[in-house]
């Protein structure tokens, strides 16, 4: 074991490893906040092109572009969250999210409901638009090309703010698999993009690979998604990689909510490839007494990125 047999340790890692993430956020997260702001923002703009500065919202504009129904719900008074939505227009929760998330209308519904549904969406949204930000709307005017950047730029505040804990996330995770890859290739490991279909223990010594699909499961066709797949130079006797999950946490309450889908995966890995496959946590944040110990009870180990040097001891 690494670090879950040593709880004597986890005091003092948990105050170094909330300690670093705060530092970060301080440094970076701003900036990675404002960068994706300033994508948001031209998003809306395009979709206030595509709306006829909002004038005409249609179901063969949702059709088109599934993707801006999030902006649409941020240009409402109030801003309507995306269960709200699904409730006041009586919208299946799969064609939501599809749209939403995936940028794609569901191919399993039927058209007729589809069409019912996407009119419902584009009255109720409508009939809340926001007019003290979009004034031009009930005049049937276009606007003005300083309303249309106020406008652009609440609209996209609204979009960030709705999503900035996984913005932080996201910018976070990028930097701690940037870590992980300058450390590998340190130790002269090659980074290489292993060929879906080929089995995890063949593949080639010395190489890792970021976001990896693994197969898991009894019979193996459950995929899973993996953060960093390392095959160490020294093969071991049943050839299979070491498996890394990089996780980071901005508070405390979050990572004992999700502390489950690790223990998930691990079953799930294990019932495919037995009790000696490897998934180790990658640690940065917010992870409590109570995270590592439910952690270590399902059999998981971890790394701080505060030690990252403790990757040695997986034989790397």
């Known amino acids: ?97 599809k749209m939403e998330e995936e940028g794609k209308i569901a191919k399993r519904m039927k058209k007729d409901d589809v069409d019912k549904q996407l009119t419902r969406i584009c009255e109720i949204v409508s009939e809340l638009l926001d007019i003290d930000i979009l004034p031009w709307v009930p005049l049937s005017k276009s606007p003005s090309l300083k309303q249309k950047e106020r406008a652009s730029t609440i609209i996209a505040d609204r979009l960030c703010g709705a999503v900035a804990n996984p913005i932080i996330r996201n910018a976070q995770e990028q930097r701690q698999l940037a870590l992980i890859s300058r450390y590998l290739t340190t130790y002269s490991y090659k980074q290489i993009t292993h060929a879906s279909g080929i089995p995890i223990n063949e593949l080639s010594a010395g190489t890792f690979s970021l976001r990896m699909n693994v197969p898991a499961g009894e019979d193996k066709n459950i995929k899973i998604p993996i953060d960093v797949v390392i095959q160490p130079k020294k093969l071991k006797k049943d050839k299979l990689p070491i498996l890394i999950e990089a996780k980071s946490a901005g508070d405390f309450t979050n990572v004992n909510k999700r502390r489950k889908e690790e223990a998930t995966k691990m079953r799930q890995l294990r019932s495919a490839y037995g009790k000696n496959i490897q998934l180790i946590l990658f640690l940065c944040g917010y992870f409590d007494a109570g995270y590592l110990g439910y952690e270590a009870a399902e059999g998981l180990d971890w790394i701080w990125e505060h030690r990252i040097d403790d990757l040695e001891t997986l034989g790397i």
């Open 1 to 97: 074991m690494i670090n879950a047999d040593k709880p004597y340790l986890w005091k003092q890692d948990i105050d170094t490893s909330v300690d670093l993430f705060n530092d970060w956020f301080m440094r970076f997260a701003p900036k990675a906040y404002r960068d994706s702001r300033q994508k948001t923002t031209n998003q809306v703009i395009d979709a206030i092109k595509l709306t006829n500065n909002l004038s005409c919202i249609t179901i063969d504009v949702l059709k088109e572009h599934p993707d801006v129904l999030p902006i649409l719900r941020m240009s409402t008074s109030p801003p309507l969250a995306r269960d709200r939505l699904m409730g006041l227009a009586h919208v299946n929760k799969n064609l939501m999210l």
